[in-house]
């Protein structure tokens, strides 16, 4: 069973930068694809960017696209995701999964990291 653990979370204003990480432990880290995403209340949670195993693929939504940036240390069994031009609306909590391959997201949510951009 991996365990995810986000952190990096805070108060920023429109504009700025926040780098959030997702720590695992447990199973096999550098076999997974990783992914970000974001809930805001009563909405569904959305896939805002995933990163292969051996950081050979990435992927974005559009709503991020040139703005975010995610990557991985295999050796510290963590990934990040660097936001910047930070808006309002990416007001959220933020919450790391992981898949083999093009599989399904295969774990338990983790409390999150709250984003909140400021106006």
């Known amino acids: 069973q991996v365990q995810l653990v986000e952190s990096g979370g805070g108060l920023v204003q429109t504009g700025g930068s926040l780098r959030l990480s997702c720590a695992a432990s447990?199973?096999?880290?550098?076999?997974?694809?990783m992914g970000w995403f974001r809930q805001v209340p009563g909405k569904e949670r959305d896939l805002l960017a995933a990163i292969t195993w051996n950081s050979g693929s990435t992927y974005y939504a559009d709503s991020v696209k040139g703005r975010f940036t995610i990557s991985r240390d295999n050796a510290k069994n963590t990934v990040y995701l660097q936001m910047n031009s930070l808006k309002p609306e990416d007001t959220a909590g933020y919450y790391c999964?992981?898949?083999?391959?093009?599989?399904?997201?295969?774990?338990?949510w983790g409390q999150g990291t709250q984003v909140t951009v400021s106006s």
């Open positions: 447990g199973g096999f880290f550098s076999s997974y694809g």
């Open positions: 999964n992981y898949r083999l391959g093009g599989g399904s997201w295969m774990g338990s």
